[in-house]
């Protein structure tokens, strides 16, 4: 299958809060890209998600230099962030918890590899057609799983953002689930913090065709998301899928009468 080219657009903000504590990576080098957001409150959270965003990327490619199958190398990632982590968190005070979301897609040979703790999503945008490929990690999420809560009731509870799996989190056992899919041509795929996600839905996503540049489209979902009323901080990444143009080896030019909004 012959390589597609990737675009990138990328945006974080602080909103209504008095820091950020998301981070991101968007390394299209490395054909690596991750969304975190962090807990424990300002510098605690801004830790954590900077300690996910420095050492999930560095043990990906260093597994993967060692010839580790990428799922394997993902979770082996994960585990040592997760590690990481809790170590420092032991400096805390007492009943105060540091960890962090993280959400994160690596493209290794022709495949895209998606995982997710917490509750920051990973979507792919197809045409008309949106698929989350993350599960939340939150006891509502886990209370509609089982039956016991609809999704309507999840959205409004008051369990929605309370997480029983996240980077940091000691009592973490088995691996995390990763989810590959093999890109195509026109795909989008998209990494966001909950202070995107919950204000913006699959219809806006939808939208994705009226945006070719991704990084306009990435300005235009936070920029939704605050006008939703979103108080939280708010980060995407997005990752365009182009076809190559075979002649110089570059995406093809766009449709300027198809891009013009």
Same mark, same amino acid.
């Given at each position: 299958?012959?390589?597609?080219?990737?675009?990138?657009?990328?945006?974080?903000?602080?909103?209504?809060?008095?820091?950020?504590? #998301?981070?991101?990576?968007?390394?299209? #080098?490395?054909?690596?890209?991750?969304?975190?957001?962090?807990?424990?409150?300002?510098?605690?959270?801004?830790?954590?998600?900077?300690?996910?965003?420095?050492?999930?990327?560095?043990?990906?490619?260093?597994?993967?230099?060692?010839?580790?199958?990428?799922?394997?190398?993902?979770?082996?990632?994960?585990?040592?962030?997760?590690?990481?982590?809790?170590?420092?968190?032991?400096?805390?005070?007492?009943?105060?918890?540091?960890?962090?979301?993280?959400?994160?897609?690596?493209?290794?040979?022709?495949?895209?590899?998606?995982?997710?703790?917490?509750?920051?999503?990973?979507?792919?945008?197809?045409?008309?057609?949106?698929?989350?490929?993350?599960?939340?990690?939150?006891?509502?999420?886990?209370?509609?799983?089982?039956?016991?809560?609809?999704?309507?009731?999840?959205?409004?509870?008051?369990?929605?953002?309370?997480?029983?799996?996240?980077?940091?989190?000691?009592?973490?056992?088995?691996?995390? #689930?990763?989810?590959?899919?093999?890109?195509?041509?026109? #795909?989008?795929?998209?990494?966001?913090?909950?202070?995107?996600?919950?204000?913006?839905?699959?219809?806006?996503?939808?939208?994705?065709?009226?945006?070719?540049?991704?990084?306009?489209?990435?300005?235009?979902?936070?920029?939704?998301?605050?006008?939703?009323?979103?108080?939280?901080?708010?980060?995407?990444?997005?990752?365009?899928?182009?076809?190559?143009?075979?002649?110089?080896?570059?995406?093809?030019?766009?449709?300027?009468?198809?891009?013009?909004?």
């Amino acid at each position: 299958m012959a390589e597609l080219a990737l675009r990138v657009g990328c945006r974080s903000v602080q909103g209504l809060r008095p820091n950020n504590e #998301d981070s991101f990576v968007a390394d299209s #080098d490395h054909r690596f890209f991750l969304v975190a957001d962090g807990m424990g409150g300002q510098e605690s959270g801004e830790r954590a998600s900077g300690m996910a965003a420095e050492i999930i990327p560095r043990v990906v490619s260093e597994r993967l230099a060692a010839h580790d199958e990428a799922t394997q190398a993902v979770r082996r990632a994960l585990a040592a962030a997760n590690e990481a982590i809790v170590q420092a968190g032991q400096s805390m005070p007492q009943g105060r918890r540091m960890g962090t979301t993280a959400v994160l897609a690596v493209q290794q040979a022709g495949k895209v590899y998606v995982a997710g703790l917490g509750d920051s999503r990973a979507y792919l945008i197809r045409g008309h057609r949106v698929e989350q490929l993350t599960v939340d990690h939150s006891v509502a999420q886990a209370l509609v799983s089982s039956g016991a809560m609809t999704p309507e009731e999840a959205r409004t509870s008051p369990w929605q953002h309370v997480l029983h799996k996240f980077l940091g989190c000691a009592e973490r056992s088995e691996g995390a #689930d990763v989810r590959p899919f093999t890109p195509q041509a026109g #795909d989008r795929l998209l990494l966001g913090s909950d202070g995107l996600t919950n204000h913006v839905f699959d219809d806006d996503l939808r939208e994705a065709g009226k945006h070719d540049d991704p990084q306009q489209w990435a300005e235009a979902l936070v920029e939704l998301a605050l006008k939703r009323g979103s108080r939280d901080n708010v980060t995407c990444v997005i990752v365009a899928f182009d076809e190559v143009d075979v002649a110089d080896g570059r995406p093809p030019e766009p449709d300027m009468e198809k891009t013009v909004w």
